[in-house]
């Protein structure tokens, strides 16, 4: 069924639609790149067949962004450098070609394409290949209700299981992309970060992710790296806290202040951060915790991955514990009347379904684990998507792969009539 929505996608020419918007900035950009959201394979601007086999690492130095990668460059294997930027044009106007640090480039990615030819040349007067980093910009979705006659139930279905197929897939390609360029257990990582960012703080999550590393964060100190390389880590903070916000801070600094030094160019800007509208629970500075109290029972995770057990995953999440943030929102506040869970039921399950369950190797065994898996309390735009595609129940939608795949039906094909898009699915099947 899996292959009867992607006929159905290709024959209705849906566009593939990363979140990424308009106003990405470059740290966007570089976070998505080295995920591999934004392709792997290439052909340069001077004709030249690019693919990548390892990003490499976040740059601490002033220099290119990401150290030791390694690309097929025409078949042939070529380790180096790689500089990301927004525009073609940003690699002289930023001074790389000039700067000695950027000799060892062997690619430079640009999002927006300049007008008239721009080249790339090092310090050495050695032409950098040049390759446009493509996604298509996810808009936001604004559109009208617009009122239609919903299928009946057993059409309805049909079509979201596949829908969910093909999004699981999806899903579970670009987890293994990012295992490929990293390793599996980074990839988790990065994935349950990404997760714990909610949607207003996804990219700065991670960043962290990424320029942190999981074997850094599992050795000592490496909450300390975690929170300073949010930029949480400030005076203020400290001289201003109670004194339960000391007692956590003081070894923190302690460490942070040891590394500081060498991990100064990649600390998140503030700006980075979205904090405005959210709600206490999910502040960043206590996902952050959360984050920390997950790679503390790092290998509890992987020893449920290896064993595709979905549910023990979830108990992990749901039975966290942090000494300071279970029972604090923020680095600025008293201490709460009792302790709440670090992951809530729903934030455990979504966490499941976009992180744990794509990682499992086999994908049978990870549609059967989504199939069998309760979905969280339904959103308001799923309520939206039942309306639009079976009337409005949400009865046949309970399960996290129905969820799935109605999210999915919506967002490829909302407003069209749901009639005459199960008749076109009838005909490619």
Same mark, same amino acid.
């Given at each position: 069924?899996?292959?009867?929505?992607?006929?159905?996608?290709?024959?209705?020419?849906?566009?593939?639609?990363?979140?990424?918007?308009?106003?990405?900035?470059?740290?966007?950009?570089?976070?998505?790149?080295?995920?591999?959201?934004?392709?792997?394979?290439?052909?340069?601007?001077?004709?030249?067949?690019?693919?990548?086999?390892?990003?490499?690492?976040?740059?601490?130095?002033?220099?290119?962004?990401f150290r030791d990668a390694r690309l097929l460059v025409d078949g042939a294997e070529v380790r180096g450098d790689i500089e990301i930027d927004l525009?073609?044009?940003?690699?002289?106007?930023?001074?790389?070609?000039?700067?000695?640090?950027?000799?060892?480039?062997?690619?430079?990615?640009?999002?927006?394409?300049?007008?008239?030819?721009?080249?790339?040349?090092?310090?050495?007067?050695?032409?950098?290949?040049?390759?446009?980093?493509?996604?298509?910009?996810?808009?936001?979705?604004?559109?009208?209700?617009t009122p239609a006659p919903p299928l009946d139930e057993s059409r309805a279905i049909e079509l979201v299981e596949s829908a969910a197929r093909h /999004? +699981?897939?999806?899903? #579970? !390609?670009?987890?293994?992309?990012?295992?490929?360029? %990293?390793?599996?257990? $980074? *990839?988790?990582?990065?994935?349950?970060?990404?997760?714990?960012?909610?949607?207003?703080?996804?990219?700065?999550?991670?960043l962290i992710a990424q320029r942190s590393a999981l074997a850094r964060c599992r050795a000592e100190g490496g909450e300390a790296l975690l929170f300073?390389?949010?930029?949480?880590?400030?005076?203020?903070?400290?001289?201003?806290?109670?004194?339960?916000?000391?007692?956590?801070?003081?070894?923190?600094?302690?460490?942070?202040?040891?590394?500081?030094?060498?991990?100064?160019?990649?600390?998140?800007?503030?700006?980075?951060?979205?904090?405005?509208?959210?709600?206490?629970?999910?502040?960043?500075?206590? /996902? +952050?915790?959360?984050? #920390? !109290?997950?790679?503390?029972?790092?290998?509890?995770? %992987?020893?449920?991955? $290896? *064993?595709?057990?979905?549910?023990?995953?979830?108990?992990?999440?749901?039975?966290?514990?942090?000494?300071?943030?279970?029972?604090?929102?923020?680095?600025?506040?008293?201490?709460?009347?009792?302790?709440?869970?670090?992951?809530?039921?729903?934030?455990?399950?979504?966490?499941?379904?976009?992180?744990?369950?794509?990682?499992?190797?086999?994908?049978?065994?990870?549609?059967?684990?989504?199939?069998?898996?309760?979905?969280?309390?339904?959103?308001?735009?799923?309520?939206?998507?039942?309306?639009?595609?079976?009337?409005?129940?949400?009865?046949?939608?309970?399960?996290?792969?129905?969820?799935?795949?109605?999210?999915?039906?919506?967002?490829?094909?909302?407003?069209?009539?749901?009639?005459?898009?199960?008749?076109?699915?009838?005909?490619?099947?």
């Amino acid at each position: 069924m899996m292959d009867r929505y992607g006929q159905l996608r290709a024959a209705a020419r849906c566009r593939e639609t990363p979140d990424l918007p308009p106003t990405a900035t470059e740290l966007e950009l570089q976070a998505r790149f080295h995920r591999g959201d934004l392709g792997t394979a290439w052909t340069s601007r001077d004709g030249r067949r690019i693919e990548l086999l390892h990003s490499g690492h976040w740059n601490r130095e002033p220099g290119p962004d990401f150290r030791d990668a390694r690309l097929l460059v025409d078949g042939a294997e070529v380790r180096g450098d790689i500089e990301i930027d927004l525009a073609d044009r940003d690699w002289e106007a930023h001074g790389h070609g000039a700067n000695p640090a950027f000799r060892s480039v062997v690619l430079h990615g640009y999002f927006q394409e300049s007008a008239r030819r721009v080249f790339t040349r090092d310090c050495d007067h050695r032409e950098v290949p040049q390759v446009r980093l493509s996604a298509d910009p996810a808009a936001p979705d604004s559109r009208p209700l617009t009122p239609a006659p919903p299928l009946d139930e057993s059409r309805a279905i049909e079509l979201v299981e596949s829908a969910a197929r093909h /999004r +699981l897939h999806r899903k #579970a !390609a670009a987890f293994r992309t990012a295992a490929r360029l %990293t390793d599996r257990d $980074d *990839a988790l990582f990065q994935a349950l970060a990404t997760g714990l960012g909610y949607r207003n703080n996804k990219i700065p999550f991670l960043l962290i992710a990424q320029r942190s590393a999981l074997a850094r964060c599992r050795a000592e100190g490496g909450e300390a790296l975690l929170f300073g390389l949010a930029g949480f880590l400030d005076a203020e903070t400290f001289d201003e806290g109670t004194d339960d916000v000391r007692a956590y801070l003081a070894p923190l600094w302690e460490e942070w202040w040891r590394i500081r030094a060498r991990e100064e160019r990649l600390i998140l800007p503030a700006a980075a951060w979205r904090l405005a509208g959210i709600r206490p629970a999910n502040h960043p500075h206590r /996902r +952050l915790g959360a984050l #920390a !109290a997950i790679i503390a029972r790092f290998s509890e995770i %992987t020893r449920a991955l $290896d *064993a595709g057990d979905c549910g023990a995953f979830i108990a992990i999440l749901q039975t966290l514990r942090h000494r300071y943030w279970t029972a604090h929102w923020n680095l600025a506040t008293f201490r709460l009347a009792g302790d709440i869970a670090l992951v809530g039921e729903d934030r455990a399950t979504d966490l499941a379904i976009n992180a744990f369950i794509p990682a499992i190797p086999d994908e049978e065994t990870a549609w059967q684990k989504l199939a069998s898996l309760p979905g969280p309390a339904p959103s308001g735009k799923l309520r939206q998507a039942a309306e639009w595609l079976s009337g409005g129940s949400l009865k046949p939608y309970r399960t996290a792969a129905r969820q799935q795949g109605l999210l999915q039906t919506y967002d490829d094909f909302f407003p069209d009539p749901p009639e005459a898009i199960y008749e076109r699915f009838r005909r490619v099947g």
